[in-house]
T-cell receptor, first 113, second 110 residues
């Protein structure tokens, strides 16, 4: 599939390490945030979401942190595995009434065995 | 249980030709979306639809036309393709805030 990783920020980690992927969002009125994972040649896949009234949400091996003061979102992946290698996007939803997402430009995560 | 499908998966066309990309979902989701993905730009919304016969422009609608006569289908048409429309196109559907994406169509305009 097409490489969307060129020109993207890249995070390289060793298998078993914890990974932290950061995202700055622009709209202070956004009330919902999602992290997506995109593997090469595939469409984005939902990982975890968080509402603006929360600071932290945990899933299986993933945690999302939201800092509304500085408009910053992070995705923490515990015990990173080679299968986690992908491009990760944060996305925000404003209060437009429709569920339109605004995506960040993405970060490529490379996990070495 | 197909979920959301796109066709064709790959398409090569020439400048000035009309091209239609198809999107079909089996979940009866109300919302459907078309995005394009380009290096350095991430995913950008072209058009979206809240229900059959309701469509609206996204961030980059110029040069594209959509229709939604049935809930399950949301075709995207490039009326006169240009080289700048070379991209990977993703369709998505949702009933809540979580959008489910199709596998994408890689379009090359020569």
């Amino acid at each position: 599939g097409e490489s969307v990783g060129l020109h993207l920020p890249t995070l390289s980690v060793q298998e078993g390490d914890n990974s932290i992927i950061n995202c700055a969002y622009s709209n202070s009125a956004s009330d919902y945030f999602i992290w997506y994972k995109q593997e090469s040649g595939k469409g984005p896949q939902f990982i975890i979401d968080i509402r603006s009234n929360m600071d932290k949400r945990q899933g299986q091996r993933v945690t999302v942190l939201l800092n509304k003061t500085v408009k910053h979102l992070s995705l923490q992946i515990a015990a990173t595995q080679p299968g986690d290698s992908a491009v990760y996007f944060c996305a925000e939803i404003g209060n437009s009434g429709y569920s339109t997402l605004t995506f960040g430009k993405g970060t490529m995560l490379l996990v070495s065995p | 249980d197909a979920g959301i499908t796109q066709s064709p998966r790959y398409k090569i066309t020439e400048t000035g030709r009309q091209v239609t990309l198809m999107c079909h979902q089996t979940w009866s989701h109300s919302y459907m979306f078309w995005y394009r993905q380009d290096l350095g730009h991430g995913l950008r919304l072209i058009y979206y639809s809240a229900a059959a016969d309701i469509t609206d422009k996204g961030e980059v609608p110029d040069g594209y036309v959509v229709s939604r006569s049935k809930t399950e289908n949301f075709p995207l048409t490039l009326e006169s393709a240009t080289r700048s429309q070379t991209s990977v196109y993703f369709c998505a559907s949702s009933e809540t805030n979580e959008q489910f994406f199709g596998p994408g169509t890689r379009l090359t305009v020569l």
